[in-house]
């Protein structure tokens, strides 16, 4: 029996080699809705006519929109994803919470715009919908193992993360949300910043900086230091690095295991399998949008809900006020904008054009 009718906006056209124009996200939440007893996709919007009609008989939808306020109007849904770029999540969450969805899962990042994440939210609390972003890597192995063996006091208690990553506001969004994973969902207290934006970087349509170092202070005394852009090898050895009173654990070993910890007075790492799980997969989206969907009908908060995303999107919106201001940027964050596409647009920024 049908218990949840899903609708998708953004279907996205599936290409042979995704890229940062289009990686038809909308496919990975497909692919999950269909492995869930009770679910099924009835509707799908996209601007692109031929593009939506080609994931409806994927999965069976009954309909096709190329405008997205009409399926929300007509369709009764229950649930709705999100799976367009980002200047559009903010519009789009606040139109499904006005039609009486459930249910809306969007991908990342949140929205463009500080404000815009916080009026998401806001209007999901309103309007009693949960919202939730797809942030997948809390359901993959090397995070879910390394998180156990954090808790269970293997390394004893947590005093820093490190993270490399290749921009802060899209692939950032990923790894900045793991440190809350790792850090119990503690809000951060203040950031510290500093960017270099000289050549043109957009990534689903956003400006993305080319190089960036932060330095972040949780309420609970944790530190995270997180390096995106230029040469690998910012975190030395791995892509993030948890470290504890008594040893460390690195998560994505540059040539190396997924997963590996060295307990403080050891000489050697030792290595853990995680069963054929790398950094990005298999299988994260399918759980983490099973458990969704788990939430929803259970009626319990999902670890992946708007407030826990917005723990990342202050320390990514913060960054790059803090670069705005020279200065270091104490939480709560009073602005509204996106400091870094406000650079570029002021000319403060003036990064050579990508075509030229
Ligand atoms: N979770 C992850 O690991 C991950 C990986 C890649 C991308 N993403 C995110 O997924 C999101 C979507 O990226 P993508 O690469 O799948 O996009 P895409 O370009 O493949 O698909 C987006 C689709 O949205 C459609 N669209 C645009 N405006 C619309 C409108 N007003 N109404 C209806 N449809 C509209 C476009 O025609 C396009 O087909 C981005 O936010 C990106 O950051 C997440």
């Keep these: 029996m ?17 890229d940062r124009f289009g990686y038809a996200m909308a496919y990975e939440h497909g692919n999950a809705y269909k492995a869930i007893e009770g679910c099924q996709i009835v509707a ?5 006519e031929e593009n939506a009609r080609a ?12 405008d997205y306020k009409q399926m929300l109007a007509e369709m009764k849904l229950d649930m709705v994803s999100i799976c367009t770029w980002m200047h559009l999540h903010e519009p789009m969450v606040l139109a499904a919470c006005k039609a009486g969805v459930k249910a809306i899962h969007c991908e990342k990042p949140m929205a463009d715009t500080w ?35 954090l808790d269970s006091g293997e390394i004893g208690d947590l005093v820093r993360q490190e993270v490399e990553c290749g921009n802060l506001y899209d692939s950032g969004t990923h790894w900045i949300d793991m440190c809350s994973f790792f ?9 510290l910043g500093q960017i270099d934006y000289r050549k043109e970087n957009r990534v689903f349509g956003a400006h993305c900086e080319n190089q ?3 330095l972040t202070e949780y309420e609970n005394g944790v530190f995270a230091l997180i390096m995106t852009g230029v040469g690998e ?32 007075g050891e000489r050697n790492w030792t290595d853990v399998d995680t069963h054929g799980e790398s950094i990005h997969g298999p299988g994260f989206i399918e759980r983490a949008i099973a458990d969704v969907v788990q939430c929803l009908r259970e009626g319990r908060k999902c670890q992946l809900d708007a407030h826990n995303a917005l723990i990342a999107t202050e320390i990514i919106f913060g960054a790059y006020e803090s670069s705005r201001r020279r200065g270091r940027v104490d939480f709560p964050l009073n602005i509204e904008d996106n400091p870094l596409a ?12 990508e075509d030229s």
Excluded at 2 to 18: C, E, F, W
Excluded at 183 to 191: G, I, L
């Design 342 to 353: 406000a650079m570029v647009e002021s000319g403060a920024l003036k990064p050579q054009k």
């Design 212 to 214: 960036q170092v932060v």
């Design 2 to 18: 049908v218990d949840l009718r899903v609708g998708v906006i953004g279907t996205g056209k599936k290409k042979a080699r995704p």
């Design 183 to 191: 850090n119990k969902e503690t809000p951060a207290k203040w950031v």
């Design 115 to 149: 404000g815009g994440a916080k009026r998401m939210t806001e209007a999901a609390d309103k309007a009693g919908v949960q919202l939730t972003f797809n942030h997948q890597r809390r359901y993959g192995a090397p995070y879910t193992m390394a998180k156990q063996m």
């Design 44 to 48: 799908c919007a996209d601007l692109v």
């Design 55 to 66: 994931f409806a008989d994927t999965y069976g939808a009954e309909k096709t929109f190329t």
């Design 233 to 264: 090898n910012k975190v030395v050895g791995a892509v993030s690095k948890l470290i504890g009173t008594h040893g460390e654990i690195l998560i994505g070993v540059h040539g190396g295991p997924a997963l590996r910890y060295r307990r403080a």
